[in-house]
Nanobody, 123 residues
Framework: QVQLVESGGGLVQTGGSLRLSCAASGGTFSRYTMGWFRQAPGTEREFVAAIHWIGSSTNYADSVKGRFTISRDNAKNTLYLQMNSLKPEDTAVYYC????????????????WGQGTQVTVSS
């Protein structure tokens, strides 16, 4: 069983950048496909990006394509989300998640979750 801890959230102005990290422990990180999700107040948790456990295949929500980049460092058991050109609508709690197998975009397909980190983009 893997434990996930996110960090790197904060307050940033429109157009700014943040890099989120997700530290994994308790499992074989390199064997998990990893994803980022986000949830704004009053909304459902939505898919942001995912990266296959091999690391060469990625998938992004249309709303973040070209602005966000997901990556992983298996030697450091860490997942990243580089967020550029941030917009107020990116404001949410961001969660990392892990699953065995292929990339998935549905919340129900992920087995392990972190506690989330708040990202706030001011206009």
């Amino acid at each position: 069983q893997v434990q996930l801890v996110e960090s790197g959230g904060g307050l940033v102005q429109t157009g700014g950048s943040l890099r989120l990290s997700c530290a994994a422990s308790g499992g074989t990180f390199s064997r998990y496909t990893m994803g980022w999700f986000r949830q704004a107040p009053g909304t459902e948790r939505e898919f942001v990006a995912a990266i296959h456990w091999i690391g060469s295949s990625t998938n992004y929500a249309d709303s973040v394509k070209g602005r966000f980049t997901i990556s992983r460092d298996n030697a450091k058991n860490t997942l990243y989300l580089q967020m550029n050109s941030l917009k107020p609508e990116d404001t949410a709690v961001y969660y990392c998640a892990a699953r065995g197998g292929r990339i998935a975009t549905m919340r129900r397909d992920y087995d392990y979750w972190g506690q989330g980190t708040q990202v706030t983009v001011s206009s």
